[in-house]
């Protein structure tokens, strides 16, 4: 059988314009094909993966069938560009943009403040858009439902569901802007002054959506598709072959002749197989033309579904096919629907196919334990004809491998109806709640002999239990022809836990927490049966009300943003204090806003990709990279022997090359770099390069690996008050507890990208950078070219996020960079793919911290000695820093007047860490509030209690000798507690876990000092240049970077009140090093103080030298006093400065002056947790914090938000794992969970504390980019609390080590159920675990 043609033309629509190629590459996928030749720069990259949404878009197409166009969104990453031959796409920039109108989702979103860096946002907008598309009246659960694939980094999601939620009728009522409890359920306040308060947007004043507006299908696309010759389409790229065939005939025939080729339907799993193992199909058959693969037929036994239907397209018509029947006949049906709807995200939904899903044997897969319970059954074809093959035990063989040849092809899959007295349940369990693989999935099916409670039929399987879907088939055979009965279910439990056995080191680990769901899920159906069993009168007993389980409640309610208005006596004009929106939020939403990897391509412009080690600890021994060299495309091999000047950064005394030349110290460490003239080229480029090694003994990974050999970076620190050994003795208990937190990934949405352009002469090179401190970038380049600082003009308009860790790494890689652009004499752009910037940048320490606490019987804590030891990894980075900012923070709230701290830098064969939002204290502080719990536990006390007796009262000095008030503190901490309604929620809680066995509420508040500025004196400056034109125009430049956080929105904000002029006539166009010099990180949450400060000062100075022509023309305009002083000779342009405060830190003398000041909070925060499976949800957040009079309340509400739910990732969710040789097995968002909509407390309140004032910064304001993170930690506490309630049913009392993340897994062991409690410990050092506990 022939292929087909040579090559056909592809033909679609993008946004409304034909798009015709004649040479589509099927490796090309849509977002490459958008970004790179369409240059469409509003779909973005997060992940290549279908993991992350940025890069949404919606395909349309036309059923000649039904005659309808259906819509639907996708993940542009994963649909190859050779799939969308007849369909419309439309982007973010099809939508709206500002030169035409926005469209009434981008403004929803924009103007609810839904965006920060926005590289989520045009993901976010067509997600949405898609939703609307098919539902102008949304529900909330088909908003979250139609959001649960797009991550964001920035908001917290609070902000963009909200916007979201205008377009839902249910909630357009008094509470679709937080303003309180729902006027139509009859809670609303009557109270005019609460209608007063003021409100972060006004819904009055969007545009209605009109569905009429939107872009019309093509009519021409209908016309090919009802005419269209049905013809075998090719399409052929530099390495593949992409054929479509016309008929099931042709279908069948080539797959005969071409076993091995895959069939390309969702792209879901080939995908990312192509683009991630570097699997290479020459040749790719797509079916998605052949009809049968899509037909649906209804027989009296059940449905046969075409295997090509998409997943979403089977739920659909399963939800349609439920209520036509009886209950007894959906069984299945609805665990179908069960799991459809927690499978993956809408984006893969709507592509992922039932037969690609069934082929693809994923171990975990959610529907293949479903369907083989339920007795699905397979119609298969092939050139020997046609079979049903049953979805049987036999069924999957290994890892992605079923019993069917290689040549058959699943036409459809065939579901039968159930029958009366046969239950189906399905169960899922995964690291997130929504969006991700389950850790085990199971379905189960009982059929009952009728009237009566005995076992006719089960069949149960399990996904997470081993390299196939599994069958317990001996814990079948134990229920079967037995009645349903507790001594049955008993022995059940046995069989099935020898059954089910995994051996320690199994690949995915968590091995006692998923054997323990296997016995929780089958608890979990027997609960069920019983119930339906009650419900036929087959069982009579009544289940008490305290065993049953109802699922976590999932509906996010709308919330409080509370701030307090400006002053009466402001001027209108004056938006200091108002809740202005981010400023480039509408170019955001419409896609239009330029990242660094949007700028457009240079002429013969570079690609690099770094090649980095695969050994942890090794001397190179070879370096080959002739055959990269021969490749297309390939240019050139930078390697250390290439860097004309400074080949390694110095920092603390230590070395870190840039380019490692003779021994390599981390996996991911980098070696080299391909430049090339394509991205896919340079990829190649780099896995042709070969490098060979010899391994060094004796790695060090874990702490405590590094502390017995003493691997420490210096200097190591030691902090004291008081004299701890003698209190000791005086106190009434001593404990001694330690506990363990993990690391934590930035996962800013834009990953690391520059572009390095040499200008051609006299060395100089323009740098496009994604960096918080574009003055270290130029710096790290001119060192590293050796030329001098002022031939580098780094540029930075915004980053996609950064959280810290656009720093240092960022210097680095801009570095090995531009020795590329400087040895080519080309421009040259590094963008790193999500898995490269993971394994290579490193990410938050993570700690173990030791501690002996003294205490008296009524809660004092007298004193504590706390040694800390972070995992640095392999450089020395920011490490120190980290180090000596966790002993400053070791006291959090509490005035403990013995107090000793002392702290170590691990030196590990680990990526190197770096810095992180919040810079070692959200770990630090983690430590000190679990010893303070932990005091609470022995003394049989709340927690909140020993709290409060603990905290600094009064004028106050801190262990380092800092004197500062409390006042405003303790404010905040009262005020939780009233706003959360914290003492009778407390109760309720109570009563909640008396009633309840397997669910429990655990509740928690924890307060938050977090000191401002930096300790390193010389930081705390900042300078602006402020250009006035002759038209009245302003352009500000300042030292600060933006990031999402809104600096720039305050920057504007500030000159606009010293000009005074509205903020529309001010501009802020970039960061750059040749408007201001000698800039300072945009980091220690002070940005806004310095810079601010700075913009002030310019400003001011300016509107000075105006005086004189203002008092000339009093009644002039701006315009005009500004067009008078040009005449005048008066210079429009002025720099301003800050010369902040002189901070210190004395570390010989234990004492200094590092902050200016400290912003305070605290945070209540509620969960439910389910004990048998971990999974918990935050039922209520309420957070106060006080920092001064907001500039932009909005902006710093979003930072609080974003904070708390970066925090609660980091407490609760967010795990990094490596293999025992030191590789980060989680290195996208498949294996690495960041929070998602489903995260978000149900009802999540936020309020600025009011009437605070502070003197030591701009406008009285405070910082608030860092502190709230820690606050997530109040959903640990509540967990460990939940946890306690638990333990406590199994009469474990006491304190008990829980470490952090507290993922569902830690919760779940931690609740010690009696199925945990059943599953054996395996001996630690008898086995080699699948990940290192680093
Ligand atoms: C981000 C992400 C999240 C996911 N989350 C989940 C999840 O939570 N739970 C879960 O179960 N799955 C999940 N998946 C997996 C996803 O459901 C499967 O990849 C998908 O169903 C495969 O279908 P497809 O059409 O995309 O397959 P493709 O990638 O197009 O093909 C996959 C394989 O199936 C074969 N095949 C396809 N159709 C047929 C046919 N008709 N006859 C014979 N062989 C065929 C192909 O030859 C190929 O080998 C996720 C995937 C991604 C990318
Ligand atoms: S880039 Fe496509 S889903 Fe992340
Ligand atoms: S605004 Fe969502 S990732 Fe930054």
Same mark, same amino acid.
């Given at each position: 059988?022939?292929?087909?043609?040579?090559?056909?033309?592809?033909?679609?629509?993008?946004?409304?314009?034909?798009?015709?190629?004649?040479?589509?590459?099927?490796?090309?996928?849509?977002?490459?094909?958008?970004?790179?030749?369409?240059?469409?720069?509003?779909?973005?990259?997060?992940?290549?993966?279908?993991?992350?949404?940025?890069?949404?878009?919606?395909?349309?197409?036309?059923?000649?069938?039904?005659?309808?166009?259906?819509?639907?969104?996708?993940?542009?990453?994963?649909?190859?560009?050779?799939?969308?031959?007849?369909?419309?796409?439309?982007?973010?920039?099809?939508?709206?943009?500002?030169?035409?109108?926005?469209?009434?989702?981008?403004?929803?979103?924009?103007?609810?403040?839904?965006?920060?860096?926005?590289?989520?946002?045009?993901?976010?907008?067509?997600?949405?858009?898609?939703?609307?598309?098919?539902?102008?009246?949304?529900?909330?659960?088909?908003?979250?439902?139609?959001?649960?694939?797009?991550?964001?980094?920035?908001?917290?999601?609070?902000?963009?569901?909200?916007?979201?939620?205008?377009?839902?009728?249910?909630?357009?009522?008094?509470?679709?802007?937080?303003?309180?409890?729902?006027?139509?359920?009859?809670?609303?306040?009557?109270?005019?002054?609460?209608?007063?308060?003021?409100?972060?947007?006004?819904?009055?004043?969007?545009?209605?959506?009109?569905?009429?507006?939107?872009?019309?299908?093509?009519?021409?696309?209908?016309?090919?598709?009802?005419?269209?010759?049905?013809?075998?389409?090719?399409?052929?790229?530099?390495?593949?072959?992409?054929?479509?065939?016309?008929?099931?005939?042709?279908?069948?025939?080539?797959?005969?002749?071409?076993?091995?080729?895959?069939?390309?339907? $969702?792209?879901?799993?080939?995908?990312?197989?192509?683009?991630?193992?570097?699997?290479?199909?020459?040749?790719?058959?797509?079916?998605?033309?052949?009809?049968?693969?899509?037909?649906?037929?209804?027989?009296?036994?059940?449905?046969?579904?075409?295997?090509?239907?998409?997943?979403?397209?089977?739920?659909?018509?399963?939800?349609?096919?439920?209520?036509?029947?009886?209950?007894?006949?959906?069984?299945?049906?609805?665990?179908?629907?069960?799991?459809?709807?927690?499978?993956?995200?809408?984006?893969? @939904?709507?592509?992922?196919?039932?037969?690609?899903?069934?082929?693809?044997?994923?171990?975990?897969?959610?529907?293949?334990?479903?369907?083989?319970?339920?007795?699905?059954?397979?119609?298969?074809?092939?050139?020997?004809?046609?079979?049903?093959?049953?979805?049987?035990?036999?069924?999957?063989?290994?890892?992605?491998?079923?019993?069917?040849?290689?040549?058959?092809?699943?036409?459809?899959?065939?579901?039968?109806?159930?029958?009366?007295?046969?239950?189906?349940?399905?169960?899922?369990?995964?690291?997130?709640?929504?969006?991700?693989?389950?850790?085990?999935?199971?379905?189960?099916?009982?059929?009952?002999?009728?009237?009566?409670?005995?076992?006719?039929?089960?069949?149960?399987?399990?996904?997470?239990?081993?390299?196939?879907?599994?069958?317990?088939?001996?814990?079948?055979?134990?229920? %079967?022809?037995?009645?349903?009965?507790?001594?049955?279910?008993? @022995?059940?439990?046995?069989?099935?836990?020898?059954?089910?056995?995994?051996?320690?080191?199994?690949?995915?680990?968590?091995?006692?927490?998923?054997?323990?769901?296997?016995?929780?899920?089958?608890?979990?159906?027997?609960?069920?049966?019983?119930?339906?069993?009650?419900?036929?009168?087959?069982?009579?007993?009544?289940?008490?009300?305290?065993?049953?389980?109802?699922?976590?409640?999932?509906?996010?309610?709308?919330?409080?943003?509370?701030?307090?208005?400006?002053?009466?006596?402001?001027? %209108?004009?004056?938006?200091?204090?108002?809740?202005?929106?981010?400023?480039?939020?509408?170019?955001?939403?419409?896609?239009?806003?330029?990242?660094?990897?949007?700028?457009?391509?240079?002429?013969?412009?570079?690609?690099?990709?770094?090649?980095?080690?695969?050994?942890?600890?090794?001397?190179?021994?070879?370096?080959?990279?002739?055959?990269?060299?021969?490749?297309?495309?390939?240019?050139?091999?930078?390697?250390?022997?290439?860097?004309?000047?400074?080949?390694?950064?110095?920092?603390?005394?230590?070395?870190?090359?840039?380019?490692?030349?003779?021994?390599?110290?981390?996996?991911?460490?980098?070696?080299?770099?391909?430049?090339?003239?394509?991205?896919?080229?340079?990829?190649?480029?780099?896995?042709?390069?070969?490098?060979?090694?010899?391994?060094?003994?004796?790695?060090?990974?874990?702490?405590?690996?590094?502390?017995?050999?003493?691997?420490?970076?210096?200097?190591?620190?030691?902090?004291?008050?008081?004299?701890?050994?003698?209190?000791?003795?005086?106190?009434?208990?001593?404990?001694?507890?330690?506990?363990?937190?993990?690391?934590?990934?930035?996962?800013?949405?834009?990953?690391?990208?520059?572009?390095?352009?040499?200008?051609?002469?006299?060395?100089?090179?323009?740098?496009?950078?994604?960096?918080?401190?574009?003055?270290?970038?130029?710096?790290?380049?001119?060192?590293?070219?050796?030329?001098?600082?002022?031939?580098?003009?780094?540029?930075?308009?915004?980053?996609?996020?950064?959280?810290?860790?656009?720093?240092?790494?960022?210097?680095?890689?801009?570095?090995?960079?531009?020795?590329?652009?400087?040895?080519? &004499?080309?421009? %040259?752009?590094?963008?790193?793919?999500?898995?490269?910037?993971?394994?290579?940048?490193?990410?938050?320490?993570?700690?173990?911290?030791?501690?002996?606490?003294?205490?008296? &019987?009524?809660?004092? /804590?007298?004193?504590?000695?706390?040694?800390?030891?972070? &995992?640095?990894?392999?450089?020395?980075?920011?490490?120190?820093?980290?180090?000596?900012?966790?002993?400053?923070?070791?006291?959090?709230?509490?005035?403990?007047?013995?107090?000793?701290?002392?702290?170590?830098?691990?030196?590990?064969?680990?990526?190197?860490?770096?810095?992180?939002?919040?810079?070692?204290?959200?770990?630090?502080?983690?430590?000190?509030?679990?010893?303070?719990?932990?005091?609470?536990?022995?003394?049989?006390?709340?927690?909140?209690?020993?709290?409060?007796?603990?905290?600094?009262?009064?004028?106050? %000095?801190?262990?380092?000798?800092?004197?500062?008030?409390?006042?405003?503190?303790? @404010?905040?901490?009262?005020?939780?507690?009233?706003?959360?309604?914290?003492?009778?929620? @407390?109760?309720?809680?109570?009563?909640?876990?008396?009633?309840?066995?397997?669910?429990?509420?655990?509740? !928690? /508040?924890?307060?938050?000092?977090?000191?401002?500025?930096?300790?390193?004196?010389?930081?705390?400056?900042?300078?602006?240049?402020?250009?006035?034109?002759?038209?009245?125009?302003?352009?500000?430049?300042?030292?600060?970077?933006?990031?999402?956080?809104?600096?720039?929105?305050?920057?504007?904000?500030?000159?606009?009140?010293?000009?005074? /002029?509205?903020?529309?006539?001010?501009?802020?166009?970039?960061?750059?090093?040749?408007?201001?010099?000698?800039?300072?990180? !945009?980091?220690?949450?002070?940005?806004?103080?310095?810079?601010?400060?700075?913009?002030?000062?310019?400003?001011?100075?300016?509107?000075?030298?105006?005086?004189?022509?203002?008092?000339?023309?009093?009644?002039?305009?701006?315009?005009?006093?500004?067009?008078?002083?040009?005449?005048?000779?008066?210079?429009?342009?002025?720099?301003?400065?800050?010369? $902040?405060?002189?901070?210190?830190?004395?570390?010989?003398?234990?004492?200094?002056?590092?902050?200016?000041?400290?912003?305070?909070?605290?945070?209540?925060?509620?969960?439910?947790?389910?004990?048998?499976?971990?999974?918990?949800?935050?039922?209520?957040?309420?957070?106060?914090?006080?920092?001064?009079?907001?500039?932009?309340?909005?902006?710093?509400?979003?930072?609080?938000?974003?904070?708390?739910?970066?925090?609660?990732?980091?407490?609760?969710?967010?795990?990094?794992?490596? !293999?025992?040789?030191?590789?980060?097995?989680?290195?996208?968002?498949?294996?690495?969970?960041?929070?998602?909509?489903?995260?978000?407390?149900?009802?999540? &309140?936020?309020?600025?504390?009011?009437?605070?004032?502070?003197?030591?910064?701009?406008?009285?304001?405070? $910082?608030?980019?860092?502190?709230?993170?820690?606050?997530?930690?109040?959903?640990?506490?509540?967990?460990?609390?939940?946890?306690?309630?638990?333990?406590?049913?199994?009469?474990?009392?006491?304190?008990?080590?829980?470490?952090?993340?507290?993922?569902?897994?830690?919760?779940?062991?931690?609740?010690?159920?009696?199925?945990?409690?059943?599953?054996?410990?395996?001996?630690?050092?008898?086995?080699?675990?699948?990940?290192?506990?680093?």
């Amino acid at each position: 059988m022939s292929t087909g043609k040579e090559k056909d033309m592809l033909c679609f629509f993008i946004n409304g314009k034909k798009v015709r190629e004649d040479h589509a590459d099927p490796e090309t996928m849509l977002l490459s094909f958008l970004r790179e030749k369409l240059r469409l720069t509003g779909t973005k990259y997060g992940c290549g993966g279908g993991g992350c949404g940025a890069c949404t878009v919606m395909v349309s197409r036309y059923q000649p069938a039904t005659k309808t166009i259906i819509h639907y969104s996708a993940n542009a990453c994963l649909l190859p560009l050779c799939q969308l031959h007849g369909a419309a796409v439309t982007t973010v920039e099809g939508i709206g943009s500002t030169k035409t109108r926005i469209h009434p989702v981008q403004e929803r979103i924009a103007k609810a403040h839904g965006s920060q860096c926005g590289f989520c946002t045009p993901g976010m907008v067509m997600s949405m858009y898609a939703l609307l598309r098919n539902k102008p009246h949304p529900t909330m659960e088909d908003i979250t439902q139609a959001l649960a694939g797009n991550l964001c980094r920035c908001t917290g999601y609070r902000p963009i569901v909200d916007g979201c939620r205008t377009f839902c009728q249910e909630a357009n009522c008094c509470q679709a802007n937080g303003a309180g409890d729902c006027c139509l359920n009859g809670e609303g306040s009557t109270d005019e002054s609460e209608h007063e308060k003021p409100q972060l947007f006004d819904k009055e004043e969007f545009l209605p959506l009109d569905p009429t507006q939107e872009l019309i299908f093509p009519p021409e696309l209908i016309l090919m598709a009802e005419t269209g010759n049905p013809e075998t389409l090719t399409f052929c790229g530099e390495r593949m072959r992409w054929v479509s065939p016309a008929s099931l005939e042709e279908l069948v025939q080539l797959k005969a002749s071409n076993p091995k080729a895959p069939l390309v339907m $969702g792209n879901t799993n080939i995908g990312p197989d192509i683009k991630f193992k570097g699997v290479l199909h020459p040749l790719i058959i797509s079916p998605t033309r052949v009809m049968e693969l899509f037909e649906v037929t209804q027989t009296p036994q059940g449905v046969w579904v075409g295997a090509g239907c998409s997943l979403s397209e089977v739920r659909s018509l399963l939800q349609k096919l439920v209520p036509q029947f009886p209950e007894e006949k959906t069984e299945l049906f609805r665990a179908l629907i069960q799991q459809l709807g927690n499978l993956g995200s809408q984006q893969i @939904r709507n592509v992922a196919s039932l037969g690609g899903n069934i082929m693809s044997a994923y171990p975990n897969s959610d529907l293949n334990p479903v369907l083989a319970a339920g007795n699905c059954k397979l119609s298969v074809i092939s050139t020997g004809g046609r079979r049903e093959v049953p979805l049987n035990p036999d069924f999957f063989v290994s890892f992605g491998k079923t019993i069917l040849k290689p040549e058959e092809i699943v036409v459809s899959v065939f579901v039968p109806f159930s029958r009366k007295g046969e239950f189906v349940r399905a169960f899922r369990q995964a690291p997130r709640k929504e969006s991700s693989f389950a850790t085990v999935t199971t379905a189960m099916r009982v059929f009952f002999s009728e009237g009566s409670r005995v076992v006719r039929d089960v069949s149960i399987y399990y996904g997470g239990m081993g390299p196939t879907t599994v069958s317990a088939t001996k814990t079948c055979a134990a229920l %079967v022809t037995r009645p349903w009965d507790d001594e049955t279910l008993s @022995r059940a439990y046995d069989v099935l836990l020898d059954e089910l056995v995994l051996p320690p080191s199994a690949p995915g680990g968590k091995v006692e927490f998923r054997r323990s769901l296997t016995l929780s899920f089958l608890f979990k159906f027997n609960l069920e049966v019983l119930q339906k069993l009650r419900e036929m009168n087959v069982v009579t007993d009544v289940l008490p009300e305290k065993m049953q389980i109802q699922p976590l409640p999932r509906e996010i309610q709308p919330s409080l943003q509370e701030f307090q208005h400006v002053s009466k006596d402001q001027s %209108v004009q004056d938006p200091v204090g108002r809740p202005i929106m981010h400023r480039s939020a509408i170019s955001q939403a419409t896609g239009e806003a330029v990242y660094c990897d949007d700028i457009p391509r240079t002429d013969g412009e570079l690609f690099l990709v770094l090649v980095t080690s695969s050994r942890a600890h090794a001397k190179i021994t070879g370096l080959d990279v002739s055959e990269a060299l021969r490749l297309p495309g390939v240019v050139d091999v930078i390697t250390a022997k290439d860097i004309p000047g400074k080949k390694v950064r110095t920092m603390f005394g230590y070395h870190e090359e840039l380019l490692a030349e003779s021994e390599v110290s981390c996996i991911g460490q980098m070696i080299c770099a391909v430049v090339a003239d394509t991205r896919a080229h340079a990829k190649r480029g780099a896995a042709a390069v070969k490098i060979s090694y010899e391994d060094l003994p004796d790695p060090v990974f874990t702490i405590e690996e590094a502390t017995e050999k003493s691997s420490f970076f210096e200097p190591r620190r030691v902090i004291r008050r008081g004299n701890v050994t003698e209190a000791f003795e005086t106190v009434d208990q001593l404990y001694e507890g330690e506990i363990r937190m993990g690391g934590q990934e930035h996962f800013y949405m834009e990953t690391q990208s520059m572009l390095v352009v040499p200008v051609g002469e006299e060395t100089e090179f323009k740098v496009y950078v994604s960096t918080q401190w574009p003055t270290s970038t130029q710096d790290a380049i001119a060192e590293t070219l050796d030329i001098p600082s002022n031939r580098v003009t780094c540029h930075v308009k915004r980053m996609g996020g950064a959280f810290g860790g656009k720093v240092t790494k960022t210097a680095v890689l801009a570095s090995i960079t531009s020795v590329a652009a400087w040895k080519t &004499n080309r421009a %040259v752009r590094c963008v790193l793919e999500r898995g490269e910037d993971m394994l290579i940048t490193g990410g938050r320490h993570p700690i173990l911290a030791k501690y002996k606490v003294g205490f008296m &019987n009524d809660g004092r /804590i007298v004193a504590a000695d706390i040694e800390y030891y972070t &995992n640095a990894g392999n450089t020395v980075d920011e490490s120190v820093l980290v180090v000596e900012k966790i002993l400053l923070h070791m006291d959090n709230a509490y005035n403990i007047p013995n107090l000793q701290g002392r702290a170590a830098a691990c030196r590990t064969n680990l990526p190197s860490n770096t810095a992180f939002r919040g810079f070692g204290v959200p770990q630090s502080i983690m430590v000190v509030e679990n010893m303070v719990n932990d005091v609470a536990v022995v003394l049989g006390r709340p927690a909140d209690q020993i709290r409060e007796i603990n905290m600094y009262k009064g004028p106050s %000095v801190t262990h380092y000798k800092f004197e500062f008030s409390p006042e405003n503190m303790l @404010r905040c901490w009262e005020e939780c507690k009233v706003k959360a309604d914290y003492s009778a929620r @407390r109760r309720a809680v109570d009563q909640f876990n008396q009633q309840n066995r397997w669910k429990k509420r655990g509740m !928690s /508040i924890i307060p938050i000092k977090y000191g401002i500025a930096f300790a390193e004196s010389f930081l705390n400056q900042a300078a602006a240049l402020v250009h006035i034109y002759k038209d009245g125009s302003v352009l500000v430049t300042h030292g600060g970077t933006e990031m999402g956080q809104g600096i720039h929105t305050k920057m504007q904000q500030v000159a606009s009140r010293e000009l005074r /002029i509205p903020p529309s006539k001010i501009y802020i166009s970039e960061t750059s090093t040749n408007t201001v010099p000698n800039t300072c990180p !945009s980091a220690a949450s002070f940005g806004t103080d310095a810079n601010g400060m700075a913009v002030k000062n310019a400003c001011q100075t300016l509107y000075q030298r105006l005086e004189p022509v203002r008092q000339k023309d009093p009644k002039g305009s701006w315009e005009s006093w500004v067009n008078a002083a040009f005449f005048e000779k008066i210079s429009l342009s002025a720099t301003g400065f800050y010369r $902040g405060p002189d901070l210190y830190m004395d570390w010989d003398k234990m004492e200094g002056q590092p902050y200016a000041y400290f912003t305070f909070g605290a945070c209540c925060c509620e969960v439910e947790l389910d004990c048998l499976t971990g999974d918990y949800r935050t039922v209520r957040t309420d957070i106060v914090v006080d920092i001064g009079r907001s500039v932009n309340p909005s902006v710093d509400i979003g930072q609080i938000e974003g904070a708390f739910m970066q925090g609660l990732g980091l407490y609760t969710l967010e795990e990094l794992k490596f !293999s025992p040789s030191g590789l980060l097995y989680t290195r996208g968002p498949s294996q690495y969970k960041i929070p998602a909509v489903c995260d978000v407390p149900l009802r999540f &309140n936020v309020y600025l504390l009011s009437d605070s004032h502070n003197p030591h910064a701009i406008y009285s304001s405070k $910082g608030i980019g860092e502190p709230v993170l820690f606050l997530g930690s109040s959903v640990f506490f509540a967990i460990k609390d939940a946890v306690a309630a638990a333990r406590a049913e199994s009469g474990l009392v006491g304190p008990f080590s829980l470490d952090s993340p507290a993922t569902p897994e830690r919760a779940c062991l931690a609740c010690a159920s009696l199925f945990t409690q059943k599953i054996p410990a395996s001996k630690p050092g008898s086995y080699k675990p699948w990940a290192l506990n680093i």
